[in-house]
């Protein structure tokens, strides 16, 4: 029972996975055209990369605990 629910969850995370790159890529190919017209060609490219490698920046403060 504990190995079935293990792929279970296994199989859960691998599909949230694959969403998230799914949104990702939807997400760069819809602002494309709203980006590179103001940013120019070489900042677009570095936000791409930026957000390739997971850099982003922080939409709210961070509070220390």
Same mark, same amino acid.
């Given at each position: ?16 996975? $694959?969403?998230?790159? $799914? ?5 760069? %190919?819809? %602002?494309?055209?709203? %980006? %590179? ?15 390739? $490698? ?12």
């Amino acid at each position: 029972m504990r190995e079935q629910h293990s792929s279970v969850r296994l199989l859960k995370t691998f599909g949230a996975q $694959i969403y998230n790159q $799914i949104v990702t890529v939807a997400v760069q %190919l819809a %602002l494309l055209p709203l %980006l %590179l017209p103001c940013w120019g060609p070489k900042q677009y490219g570095d936000w791409l990369l930026l957000s390739a $490698i997971g850099v982003e920046r922080p939409t709210r403060p961070v509070v220390a605990r």
